[in-house]
């Protein structure tokens, strides 16, 4: 009676086999997804909002621009340049509140001030602000003087 038992047959077998082979195939992907989101997170800002208000008593202008940080890494921005230039080459006539580098976390905005001396441009004067990150990337903004 033994000798008449038969294993599994063949056809059994083999879905056994794939069937074990495409779980440890999904296993594997979601284990190497899981490793390369370690290596790709980015940094990405977005301007949502800027603004220019002339201070009529002084003459100056203030500058208002707000970062917002939508990427999967922490942000930092290292300096900023205005009509391509870095704000030590204007000598303390612009201002930028909160000082940088600043980090920019995950999800978070940071608003930035920037005090402009009114000598150094009239109104209607379009600005090219750009935000330079550690990450080396540019974040341009194009903001017009009242």
Do not use: C
């Amino acid at each position: 009676m033994i000798r008449n038992k038969r294993a599994l047959s063949p056809v059994i077998a083999t879905v056994i086999l794939v069937a074990v082979t495409i779980v440890v195939a999904v296993a594997v992907a979601y284990w190497m997804g899981g490793i390369a989101s370690l290596y790709t997170r980015f940094e990405r800002i977005e301007v949502t909002k800027w603004y220019a208000v002339k201070d009529e008593t002084s003459g100056n202008y203030t500058v208002t621009i707000e970062l917002k940080n939508s990427g999967s890494a922490d942000a930092t921005m290292n300096y900023l340049l205005v009509n391509g230039r870095p704000l030590e080459d204007y000598n303390g006539n612009i201002t930028i509140t909160p000082s940088l580098p600043a980090a920019i976390q995950i999800g978070k905005s940071k608003e930035f001030t920037i005090e402009i001396l009114g000598s150094l441009y009239e109104a209607g004067t379009t600005l090219d602000m750009t935000f330079h990150s550690a990450a080396g990337k540019n974040y341009p903004q194009m903001v017009p003087l009242p």
